[in-house]
């Protein structure tokens, strides 16, 4: 029991390092494209939630949305001032984390092929970041004046389907394809020293 928290505090910190680095460090975890910004951030909150377990993934989330708070204090520019509502900046990312635990669990079951319910995984869990971020968006920023005195007469719903179509699909591809092949062979090395480990 000591080892597996001990196990869960280094990863926690290890990629929660990463996360933060990624998120405060220009031009690594966002890639900004006019007011929008894609995130790449997600790649390690899936990594290090896939392999640390439950309350490791929502620890990450968390650790995403407190530098994703932060970051729009710092730097206020674009859609980045509406995510210094924690409920549009840490409140996504928590439930994030919580829904990536909980659908590898539910595909890890589902899916023999273990490389397709990894990348099934990482795939839905992007999409429903996309989702609750947007949705926290909608809720509690796109209605007020701010967004008003920001994008004038532009239809919110429009703007929304825009950030869901572009923003989405490129962060689920990446999760998809990036993220899921590292995966793979963080999980292939685990399986190589755990067969060592039991022929010595």
Do not use: C
């Not at 680095?21 to 690594?28: A, G, R, S």
């Not at 990482?122 to 796109?142: C, D, E, I, P, R």
């Not at 179509?165 to 689920?172: K, P, R």
């Amino acid at each position: 029991m000591r080892d597996k928290k001990v196990l869960e505090m280094t990863t926690t910190a290890m990629f929660a390092a990463i996360v933060l680095v990624m998120t405060f460090v220009p031009f690594m975890g966002f890639i900004v494209i006019g007011p929008v910004a894609i995130t790449i951030i997600h790649i390690p909150v899936l990594i290090g939630g896939l392999f640390g377990g439950k309350r490791v993934a929502i620890a990450l989330g968390l650790t995403f949305g407190i530098g994703s708070l932060f970051r729009s204090l710092m730097t206020p520019d674009g859609l980045n001032i509406f995510f210094q509502n924690p409920l549009v900046s840490v409140l996504p990312r928590l439930l994030f984390g919580i829904a990536l635990w909980y659908l590898y669990v539910l595909f890890n079951r589902l899916i023999k092929n273990k490389l397709i319910s990894i990348a099934v995984t990482f795939g839905l869990s992007t999409v429903l970041h996309t989702v609750f971020t947007l949705t926290a968006l909608y809720l509690f920023a796109f209605q007020s004046q701010l967004f008003q005195d920001f994008f004038g007469d532009m239809n919110v719903i429009n703007f929304i389907w825009a950030i869901a179509g572009f923003n989405g699909i490129i962060e689920v591809l990446i999760a998809i394809f990036i993220a899921t092949p590292i995966a793979w062979r963080i999980k292939d090395y685990n399986r190589y020293e755990e067969e060592h480990d039991e022929t010595l």
